[in-house]
C-alpha cells in the first residue's frame, strides 16, 4: 500500500469515519495529517491558534451547533456541552482529534 499524502489526508474534515478507517488501516498520522476542523454530524468544532501564540497555550476552539456558535478555551468545555461519552465512537473519535493539539505529558 502507498504512503498516504498526509498533505491531502488533512483536507479532509476529521469525522467518526476517518477516524475509523486511519485506525483500521493501523496508520497513525502525524500533525500536518490532521484537519483542524472536526465534524460529528450535528456539530463542528474548529481549533484555531492566534498568529502569535503557539500550541497549546493559544489554541482556541469554536463550536457550531443548533445554528449556533461558542467559543471555548479548553477541550474539556467542548466535551461538557456537546455530551460526547467517551466508548462511543463520536467520543472516542473527537478525543484522538483534541490529542494532537494537547501537549503529551
Not at 457550531?64 to 466508548?87: C, M, S
Not at 462511543?88 to 505529558?105: C, K, V
Request: hydrophobic share 40%; net charge positive.
Amino acid at each position: 500500500m502507498a504512503e498516504p499524502s498526509w498533505r491531502q489526508l488533512s483536507m479532509i474534515p476529521e469525522s467518526v469515519l476517518k477516524s475509523s478507517i486511519i485506525k483500521a488501516c493501523g496508520i497513525e498520522p502525524p500533525a500536518a495529517g490532521i484537519n483542524r476542523q472536526f465534524d460529528g454530524g450535528t456539530f463542528q468544532v474548529y481549533a484555531t491558534v492566534a498568529p502569535t501564540m503557539h500550541l497549546p497555550d493559544g489554541i482556541r476552539y469554536t463550536l457550531y451547533q443548533n445554528g449556533g456558535t461558542k467559543l471555548f478555551d479548553t477541550h474539556k468545555e467542548v466535551l461538557r456541552v456537546i455530551k460526547a461519552a467517551p466508548g462511543t465512537p463520536t467520543g472516542d473519535a473527537i478525543r484522538q482529534w483534541f490529542a494532537f493539539f494537547l501537549p503529551t505529558p
